[in-house]
Nanobody, 116 residues
């Protein structure tokens, strides 16, 4: 059974950077798409960035040019580099594994808080 564990969240000021990591265990990491999602209280979880098994990426419009998703299949890890953070990026960030537009396994999340 695949398990995902996120890390790297924290409290930063607007304009600063954070890098989130998500380590996968218990499955074949390289064959799946990986995604970073975020959620704030009272709002739906939204897809922030996605990377396919082949390395193709796509991003939410709100983070394009600021966030970069990458993966290291040798380490079973996916990263989210977040630059020029804004207060509106404050959320719980979740890593997920899936195929196509379906997400099958979720991590427990890591909290990101951006102060103004």
């Amino acid at each position: 059974q695949v398990q995902l564990v996120e890390s790297g969240g924290g409290l930063v000021q607007a304009g600063e950077s954070l890098r989130l990591s998500c380590v996968a265990s218990g499955g074949i990491f390289s064959v799946n798409a990986m995604g970073w999602h975020r959620q704030t209280p009272g709002k739906q979880r939204e897809l922030v960035a996605r990377i396919t098994s082949a390395g193709s990426t796509n991003y939410a419009d709100s983070v394009k040019g600021r966030f970069t998703i990458s993966r290291d299949n040798s380490k079973n890890t996916v990263y989210l580099q977040m630059n020029s953070l804004k207060p509106e990026d404050t959320a719980d960030y979740y890593c997920a594994s899936g195929r196509g537009s379906s997400w099958f396994v979720w991590g427990r999340g890591t909290q990101v808080t951006v102060s103004s």
